[in-house]
T-cell receptor
Framework: GAVVSQHPSWVICKSGTSVKIECRSLDFQATTMFWYRQFPKQSLMLMATSNEGSKATYEQGVEKDKFLINHASLTLSTLTVTSAHPEDSSFYIC??????????????FGPGTRLTVL | LAKTTQPISMDSYEGQEVNITCSHNNIATNDYITWYQQFPSQGPRFIIQGYKTKVTNEVASLFIPADRKSSTLSLPRVSLSDTAVYYCLVGDWKAAGNKLTFGGGTRVLVKP
């Protein structure tokens, strides 16, 4: 199946710093990628939809100036958490959908990035 | 997007069959039903998808009644490694801008 990678797998940073997380589709091109956040023992919450070559679409309640998304190519989307604070500590997961018609509803998820803000 | 309702948790034993039912009363005509599995600190993994009747693959079966207002994921002969959270998602993601909205999921614990 299609593979999506994330880097880094975990990161610890000081409060006030910015952290960039990369999401790559390794064997397919993805015009659309998605970013989720997951707190312990909770479900995944969609943060934003990342569109290649255009601005990301953010879900209600997600601050676009705090969570900067860039989708510079068909295989790479980045999420930058700016001026991170302890409440931003979470598990961030990206996903991408390959351009296949047979299973057009299928999305492939990355392994996630654990962010801890001290 | 159709809202889904699943049991919060289920316990089972190795070798047993586990059936998880998901309710989606307001499913739309073009909606598909998809199940994902998630282990701790990992991204979700696609298990199975269906539109109606029964779908079977190498890991699970999906049963969908004629009215499509519910679906049941069946995991045959579970092992300890099947302990995970299972999510039921319903939607026509082309129409919804390709967004996947996760519900609460069902936490399955397989005991020895």
């Amino acid at each position: 199946g299609a593979v999506v990678s994330q880097h880094p797998s975990w990161v610890i940073c000081k409060s006030g710093t910015s952290v960039k997380i990369e999401c790559r589709s390794l064997d397919f091109q993805a015009t659309t990628m998605f970013w989720y956040r997951q707190f312990p023992k909770q479900s995944l919450m969609l943060m934003a939809t990342s569109n290649e070559g255009s601005k990301a679409t953010y879900e209600q309640g997600v601050e676009k100036d705090k969570f900067l998304i860039n989708h510079a190519s068909l295989t790479l989307s980045t999420l930058t958490v700016t001026s991170a604070h302890p409440e931003d500590s979470s598990f961030y997961i990206c996903s991408a959908r390959p351009p296949r018609t047979q299973s057009f509803n299928e999305q492939f998820f990355g392994p996630g990035t654990r962010l801890t803000v001290l | 997007l159709a809202k889904t309702t699943q049991p919060i948790s289920m316990d089972s034993y190795e070798g047993q069959e586990v059936n998880i039912t998901c309710s989606h009363n307001n499913i739309a005509t073009n909606d598909y039903i998809t199940w994902y599995q998630q282990f701790p600190s990992q991204g979700p993994r696609f298990i199975i998808q269906g539109y109606k009747t029964k779908v079977t693959n190498e890991v699970a079966s999906l049963f969908i009644p004629a009215d499509r207002k519910s679906s049941t994921l069946s995991l045959p002969r579970v092992s300890l490694s099947d302990t995970a959270v299972y999510y039921c998602l319903v939607g026509d993601w082309k129409a919804a801008g390709n967004k996947l909205t996760f519900g609460g999921g069902t936490r399955v614990l397989v005991k020895p």
